[in-house]
């Protein structure tokens, strides 16, 4: 498997370490995709193996979000510096949500991140190849993503969160505009088949709501945080409930906020904190 890794600096070197931007080949969709990697500043002044975090962007976003758009500038440089680990922003399609569709073959993200992405950063860099030092979240799609993989692969992660995060597909539950809702419907359909149930308790197998008893069995440390004035804000109310029926352990958080950069600059911060009580080191 052919894999191609190019550096170039998206941020200065700064006091906390560099960015890289790598380009990885996917066999999956036959097309490059590209990823920024944030080392933290020691990296360059030892041989020690670091603990990796994988942070999602959202729908129509770009693997750079997270060092564009925050509001507070080198936010993730700063962190991998003061948690020590590294933290890869990966680069997806703008409504793909991480998924593997059963209906189109430009659309193998799942497969992307676990089996290209994944091997591609242990192998280049110098992480702790091992699921108790790996940890992922994300924003708004990212959040789906983060609790989609974590759940459908639980030997590769040690803890996962959502910012914001799409619980549940079904868009009755978001508070959206009619026509931003039928476009997203219409786009699921299109990637997911038109036989999808969005209806409990039989949820479809793409949705998070439909994975709680895989969350269950895995055992993650899972923090979810949404702003209470956020248009996802039902679907996260109704995971929580769902995960409280079942005795799940998880960190939940509602604060004030919406869907905007303010709030995931700030959330940021506090899943690495929380990350930081799992993640093994050396």
Excluded at 168 to 182: G, H, K, M, Q, S
């Amino acid at each position: 498997m052919k894999k191609i890794l190019v550096i170039l600096f998206l941020l200065p070197i700064a006091l906390f370490g560099q960015v890289d931007t790598v380009e990885v080949q996917s066999q999956f969709m036959n097309k490059a995709l590209r990823a920024a990697v944030t080392v933290p500043g020691s990296y360059f002044s030892g041989e020690n193996h670091y603990p990796v975090l994988y942070l999602l962007h959202g729908g129509s976003g770009s693997f750079s979000d997270w060092h564009k758009k925050v509001t507070e500038p080198g936010l993730v440089p700063r962190l991998a510096d003061q948690y020590q680990v590294i933290i890869v922003t990966p680069g997806v399609g703008p409504a793909s949500y991480y998924y593997d569709s059963p209906q189109m073959d430009s659309v193998k993200y799942e497969s992307y991140m676990v089996k290209e992405l994944i091997p591609f950063v242990d192998k280049n860099y110098r992480t702790l190849a091992k699921k108790e030092s790996r940890a992922i979240t994300g924003l708004s799609m990212g959040g789906h993503g983060a609790m989609m993989l974590a759940a459908k692969h639980p030997e590769l992660f040690t803890a996962v969160g959502t910012m914001s995060g799409v619980m549940n597909i079904d868009t009755r539950l978001w508070e959206v505009p009619d026509d931003f809702r039928n476009l997203r419907r219409t786009g699921q359909k299109e990637m997911l088949g038109e036989d999808l149930n969005y209806e409990a308790p039989d949820f479809n197998p793409y949705t998070i709501v439909g994975l709680v008893e895989q969350i269950q069995q895995n055992g993650h440390a899972i923090i979810i945080d949404c702003g209470v004035d956020d248009f996802l804000i039902k679907t996260n109310r109704q995971l929580r409930e769902m995960l409280l029926e079942r005795k799940v352990p998880h960190e939940y958080i509602e604060r004030p906020g919406a869907h905007t950069w303010k709030y995931w600059t700030e959330a940021l911060p506090v899943h690495l904190l929380f990350f930081d009580r799992y993640l093994q080191r050396n």
